[in-house]
C-alpha cells in the first residue's frame, strides 16, 4: 500500500516515483549453503544458488540472492557443502548382446553416488552406448551425461572385441572418419593388443589432426615420449606413464620390438630402471605437452591383491547382474593361476606404480579421476568406485583438494570445457552435488550425499534410495530367475 501512495504523491510533488524491482524466478533455490570452490580450494559459506533450466544463473551471499530472487523449490543446504557434479573419466559397457539390459540398469548407480558425468572408454557394445548417449541427451533415459569413444581402434584380429581393426594407413583414415562424421564420437581410444606401433602412431597424429582427443594404451614397442610426440591426449593407467620413469625405456623398446624380449621381461627391465630424476622430467614433459593421466589405480589395486582380498562379501555385488558378475571370472582365474613369485611381483607393481602419482601432481600433470569400472574388471563397482579412486589417491599421496580437482575439474578440462563445468557460478552446468561432510577435509566426504542436482533436476535423498533400491531389487530378480533355470 505504501508503494502505492507514494506512486501517487510523488508526482504531485514534482518527485520521481521509487523504483522497486520485481523479483527474478528460478527453478530451484539452494540456501544458507558452503560453496566448494574447487580450483581455489576453499570454502565458501553462506551462500545461496539458484538454478534456472540446466544453468546456475546467480550465486552470492544468501540474504542477497533470497532479497532478489524467487523459486518454485528451495534447497535447504544449512551445514552442507555443495561441490559441481563428479565425473567418472574412465568406465565400460560390455560383455555381448545378452549382457545389454545389465549394463543399461548401470546408468543410475553413477547419479546415486553424485557422478553427473561418465567417460565411456570402449567396450564391445558401441552401437548401443552411442544410442543411449543420444536418449539421455533427449531426456528420454535417465542417466549421467554420457560421453563416448564408440569403438576403439585395434589391430587385426584384436584380443578386444567391439573394435575397428586396422591394418593399414588407410584403414586408420577410414575408422578415424567413421567415428568423427558417422558416431560423432567425443574422442577416440586407440589400444594396442595387436596394433602395429607406426599405425598407432599414425592414428594419433591423423586424429589430431581431425581435432579429435585421444586416450589410448601405448604400445610396449614405443617409448611414452614417442606416443606423447604423436599428439596423445590422456594416458589410460598409472603402469604406462610409470614407464617413462625408466632410464633405458627406449632400449627396452626396441629389444621388444626387435622381439629380443617379451613382455614381462621387459616389465621386469623396466621397473628395475626406474629413476625419480627421469620419471620427473618426463612428467614435466607430460605437463607441458598437455597431456593428461587417468591412473585407474583402484582398479588395478584390485586386481593385484585378488589372491588375498576376500569380495565375496562386497556391498557392490548387490547392484551387479549375475551375467555381469559372471564376466568377473576371466581375471580371477588369470589371478589364481599365478605361483608366489608371480603374486609378490604383482603386489609389488602396484605398490611401485603408486608412487608416481604425488610425482605427477607436482609436474603439474593434470590427474583424472576415472575407475575401469564396468564388464571384465572384477570388484570395479560402477558408481561407488569414483569414490574408492579418490580416497586411494589421498592414501597415495595428494591432498583432499587435488582429489576433489581430479573428479570435477580434470575431466571438463581435458575436453577443454571448463566454461561450462567444474565450478559453481553464473553461466555453469546445474549439475551439482549436496554433501552433508566437508570433502576438503576428508575426500571420503563425497560418499556423504544429501542431494544430486543433474541438468537441474533434483534427485534429493530419498530419490537416491529408491534408485539403489529399485537396482537391487532388479538384480535379486535376474538372481533368482537364473537359479530358477
Request: charged letters at 25%; a negative charge.
Amino acid at each position: 500500500m505504501k508503494y502505492l501512495i507514494a506512486a501517487l504523491v510523488l508526482p504531485l510533488l514534482g518527485l520521481a516515483s521509487p523504483v522497486v524491482a520485481a523479483p527474478k524466478h528460478g527453478d530451484v533455490i539452494i540456501r544458507h549453503v558452503s560453496i566448494v570452490d574447487v580450483e581455489a580450494a576453499k570454502i565458501v559459506a553462506g551462500q545461496a544458488v539458484v538454478l534456472k533450466g540446466d544453468d546456475i544463473v546467480a550465486v552470492g551471499a544468501d540474504g542477497a540472492i533470497a532479497k532478489d530472487w524467487r523459486a518454485a523449490r528451495t534447497v535447504e543446504g544449512e551445514g552442507r557443502y555443495l561441490i559441481p557434479g563428479l565425473w567418472d573419466m574412465h568406465v565400460h559397457f560390455g560383455g555381448g548382446p545378452e549382457l545389454i539390459e545389465e549394463n543399461k540398469a548401470l546408468l543410475p548407480l553413477y547419479v546415486a553416488n553424485g557422478i553427473t558425468t561418465i567417460r565411456d572408454c570402449s567396450g564391445d557394445l558401441p552401437e548401443h552406448v552411442l544410442a543411449w548417449r543420444g536418449e539421455i541427451a533427449s531426456g528420454s533415459l535417465f542417466g549421467p551425461r554420457l560421453l563416448t569413444s564408440g569403438a576403439k581402434i585395434e589391430g587385426i584380429a584384436p584380443v578386444w572385441k567391439g573394435t575397428i581393426e586396422v591394418g593399414s594407413e588407410a584403414d586408420v583414415d577410414a575408422a578415424l572418419d567413421r567415428l568423427k562424421n558417422r558416431d560423432k564420437v567425443d574422442f577416440v581410444k586407440i589400444t594396442d593388443s595387436t596394433l602395429k606401433p607406426e599405425l598407432f602412431l599414425y592414428a594419433l597424429r591423423q586424429a589430431k589432426i581431425l581435432g579429435l582427443k585421444t586416450s589410448g594404451h601405448i604400445p610396449m614397442a614405443l617409448t611414452v615420449d614417442q606416443a606423447i610426440d604423436a599428439g596423445i591426449s590422456s594416458i589410460e593407467h598409472l603402469d604406462y606413464a610409470y614407464n617413462a620413469g625408466a632410464k633405458d625405456e627406449a632400449a627396452i623398446a626396441a629389444d621388444f620390438a626387435a622381439k629380443h624380449i617379451d613382455r614381462a621381461e621387459a616389465n621386469r627391465r623396466l621397473d628395475a630402471g626406474f629413476d625419480r630424476d627421469t620419471a620427473m622430467a618426463a612428467y614435466r614433459r607430460f605437463a607441458a605437452k598437455d597431456v593428461f593421466v587417468t591412473p585407474t589405480l583402484n582398479g588395478s589395486r584390485i586386481i593385484a591383491y585378488l589372491d588375498r582380498d576376500d569380495h565375496s562379501k562386497d556391498e557392490g555385488l548387490a547392484y551387479i547382474g549375475p551375467k555381469l558378475r559372471k564376466t568377473y571370472d576371466w581375471r580371477i582365474e588369470r589371478a589364481a593361476k599365478a605361483d608366489a613369485a608371480a603374486i609378490a611381483a604383482r603386489h609389488q607393481q602396484i605398490e611401485d606404480v603408486a608412487t608416481i602419482l604425488p610425482m605427477l601432481a607436482e609436474a603439474g600433470v593434470p590427474i583424472i579421476a576415472g575407475t575401469d569400472a564396468g564388464f571384465l574388471n572384477s570388484f570395479n563397482y560402477p558408481g561407488f568406485g569414483l569414490h574408492d579412486e579418490i580416497e586411494l589417491f589421498t592414501a597415495k599421496g595428494l591432498t583432499p583438494a587435488q582429489a576433489l580437482v581430479s573428479a570435477t575439474r580434470a575431466g571438463p578440462a581435458w575436453f577443454g570445457w571448463l566454461d561450462r563445468y567444474g565450478a559453481i557460478k553464473p553461466g555453469m552446468a546445474a549439475d551439482l552435488v549436496l554433501l552433508t561432510r566437508n570433502p576438503l577435509e576428508d575426500i571420503a566426504a563425497t560418499r556423504a550425499i544429501d542431494t544430486v542436482v543433474l541438468r537441474g533436476m533434483v534427485q534429493d535423498r530419498a530419490a537416491l534410495d529408491k534408485m539403489l533400491a529399485d537396482m537391487r531389487a532388479k538384480v535379486a530378480t535376474w538372481n533368482a530367475e537364473g537359479a530358477a533355470r
